[in-house]
Nanobody, 133 residues
Framework: QVQLVESGGGSVQAGGSLRLSCAASGSAVNGKCMAWFRQAPGKEREAVAGIAGGAATVYSNSVKGRFTISQDNAANTIYLQMNSLKPEDTAMYYC???????????????????????????WGQGTQVTVSA
């Protein structure tokens, strides 16, 4: 079992930055696929960033160049640094963990981790990010 707790969300103006954290307990994040998803009201949960082996990263086209996913094995925590935030980034952000490598095409880039909600079996409670124009 893996327990995940997200933090770091908040309200910022467009162009601002936030750093989300996802603290894991019960099992090590190293060796798992870890990903950040987001879900806006009325929309499906979408993957925005994934990390495998603590180093191999991948991003959705909508956040590439602005968001950075990272992993601290000592702290058993993953992070999402979000820069140049836009109003369309407003959503609830969730951290997901999976012990299965699905080998998925992420928007044209192959990555060991899946990018579908159903491919992750551990989730945190989410943290809200609101970006105003």
């Amino acid at each position: 079992q893996v327990q995940l707790v997200e933090s770091g969300g908040g309200s910022v103006q467009a162009g601002g930055s936030l750093r989300l954290s996802c603290a894991a307990s019960g099992s090590a994040v190293n060796g798992k696929c870890m990903a950040w998803f987001r879900q806006a009201p009325g929309k499906e949960r979408e993957a925005v960033a994934g990390i495998a082996g603590g180093a191999a990263t991948v991003y959705s086209n909508s956040v590439k160049g602005r968001f950075t996913i990272s992993q601290d094995n000592a702290a058993n925590t993953i992070y999402l640094q979000m820069n140049s935030l836009k109003p369309e980034d407003t959503a609830m952000y969730y951290c997901g963990a999976s012990s299965v490598l699905y080998g998925t095409n992420w928007y044209g880039q192959w990555h060991p981790c899946g990018n579908k909600e159903t491919q992750y079996n551990y989730w945190g409670q989410g943290t809200q990010v609101t970006v105003s124009a």
